[in-house]
């Protein structure tokens, strides 16, 4: 079945740099594109933005422009988000999530706490 | 952005009674693919959230037939005719006819 499995919890000092990844299982890989949507304590959840399958272009939030990259190991099925100049604001948890009919399959999720 | 309202924010239900979340969008979220893209998820504590009617009214695999989505245009809303004490959770609207995607607020529904 479709399952993906993302890194354990980091914790990360103000300025820092983060990088989550998500493993994916159970389907083609370049056929359906990877999302990322984060959830900080108490919050909405908040699309950060997401990688196409097929060429793996990508398009983000503009709120997170400049500060985001996701990129992927096809080889490897693999989707990674990277978050730099992480604030206290940035502690959230971080999910990955299947393109489709609708976001169908998730991870888990990664909590990703920013403090010194 | 198109922001996503939902009304209520927080409901509690008797079991076996129904529950009516509203979602309301800043804009159309009918694409000129046909299809208007939005759909329902359903989180529980510490879990991922789970997708639970896509295209309006469409339900995923497994989603039990008394979960119903409608709607068209700008308004939208997911019933539940009998809650039973498993559908404790936060319930999610999203938008996906243009980036970027956005969430309503979420609501919470509580068993009584």
């Known amino acids: 079945q479709v399952q993906l499995v993302q890194s354990g919890a980091e914790v990360k000092e103000p300025g820092a740099s983060v990088k989550v990844s998500c493993k994916a299982s159970?389907?083609?890989?370049?056929?359906?594109?990877t999302h990322w949507v984060r959830q900080a304590p108490g919050q909405r959840l908040e699309w950060m933005g997401w990688?196409?399958?097929?060429?793996?272009?990508?398009r983000y939030s503009q709120k997170l422009q400049g500060r985001v990259s996701i990129t992927r190991d096809t080889s490897a099925g693999t989707a990674y988000m990277e978050l730099r100049s992480l604030a206290s604001e940035d502690t959230a948890v971080y999910y990955c999530?299947?393109?489709?009919?609708?976001?169908?399959?998730w991870g888990q999720g990664t909590l990703v706490t920013v403090s010194s | 952005d198109i922001v996503m309202t939902q009304t209520p924010l927080s409901l509690s239900v008797t079991p076996g009674q129904p529950a009516s979340i509203s979602c309301k969008s800043g804009?159309?979220?009918?694409?000129?693919?046909?299809?208007?893209?939005l759909s329902w998820y359903l989180q529980k504590p510490g879990q991922p959230p789970q997708l639970l009617i896509y295209?309006?009214?469409k339900r995923f695999s497994g989603v039990p037939d008394r979960v119903s989505g409608s709607g068209s245009g700008t308004d939208f809303t997911l019933e539940i005719s009998r809650v039973e004490a498993e559908d404790v959770a936060v319930y999610y609207c999203?938008?996906?006819?243009?980036?970027?995607?956005?969430f309503g607020q979420g609501t919470k529904l509580e068993i009584k």
């Open positions: 999530a299947r393109d489709g009919d609708g976001l169908q399959s």
């Open positions: 159970g389907y083609t890989f370049t056929s359906y594109g």
């Open positions: 990688i196409t399958g097929g060429d793996g272009n990508t």
């Open positions: 804009q159309s979220l009918l694409h000129s693919d046909g299809r208007t893209h």
């Open positions: 295209e309006v009214s």
């Open positions: 999203m938008q996906s006819v243009q980036a970027p995607i956005t």
